[in-house]
């Protein structure tokens, strides 16, 4: 079965220092990926999205980018981080590109900035 | 371009009564739906989906989605809610590269 890992779980780090979350699915290939975040008390919001390997397309300009280096993961980053950033950070993978394919999630990283 | 809106942001309701979350979307193109569960500080879990066939569509713990295309809904209900039934629920409509679009989410609080 397909499983999605994501860590760190929990992350605090100070205005201006650098980040790097890590995605990795196991169980299935090519499968497309996501980034999301969740701010206190709203939705998701699409960050990043990517159908193969060095692939991404961004859905939102901001202070994030992420890479895709090996198939099954997927790598959010910044090399400065705001107060803004602060959030849930939720990675996905569907399988294949059909409209009828569901998400699944990880379980998540909430990350601080201090 | 595809929407989807939850009319209501709280759902407060007494266990083992009945509850309805409501969810309208908007779409152009042949519509896939989903309903999600967030349980607090985890990720988002599939509850259930309508791909396509009956219009009713059900999920393992009792809940049920009922596909209306002429208003546009995927309500999701539930006949006996758990305090277990608490948490956040997402309705999303399929759009562009499997790329799912969120309603704002509604949070269902059950209390004794």
């Known amino acids: 079965s397909q499983t999605i890992h994501q860590w760190p779980a929990t992350l605090v780090q100070p205005v201006g220092s650098p980040l790097s979350l890590e995605c990795t699915v196991e169980g299935t290939s090519n499968p497309n990926l996501y980034w999301y975040r969740q701010a206190a008390g709203r939705g998701l919001q699409l960050l990043f999205y990517s159908v193969g390997i060095g692939q991404i397309s961004s859905e939102v300009p901001q202070n994030l980018s992420a890479s895709r280096p090996q198939d099954r993961q997927f790598i959010l980053s910044s090399k400065k981080l705001l107060l803004s950033d602060s959030g849930f950070y939720l990675c996905?993978?569907?399988?294949?590109?059909?409209?009828?394919?569901?998400?699944?999630f990880g379980d998540g990283t909430r990350l601080s900035i201090l | 371009a595809q929407s989807v809106t939850q009319l209501d942001s709280q759902v407060p309701v007494f266990e083992e009564a009945p509850v309805e979350l409501r969810c309208n979307y908007s779409?152009?193109?042949?519509?896939?739906l989903f309903w999600y569960v967030q349980y607090p500080n985890q990720g988002l879990q599939l509850l259930l989906k309508?791909?396509?066939?009956?219009?009713l569509v059900e999920s393992i713990n009792g809940f049920e989605a009922e596909f209306n295309k002429s208003q546009t809904s995927f309500h999701l209900r539930k006949p006996s809610v758990h305090i277990s039934d608490t948490a956040e629920y997402f309705c999303?409509?399929?759009?562009?590269?499997?790329?799912?679009?969120f309603g704002a989410g509604t949070r269902l609080a059950v209390h004794p």
């Open positions: 309508y791909l396509s066939g009956s219009t």
């Open positions: 999303a409509v399929s759009g562009g590269y499997n790329k799912l679009i």
């Open positions: 779409s152009s193109v042949s519509v896939y």
């Open positions: 996905a993978w569907s399988a294949g590109t059909g409209r009828n394919q569901p998400q699944h």
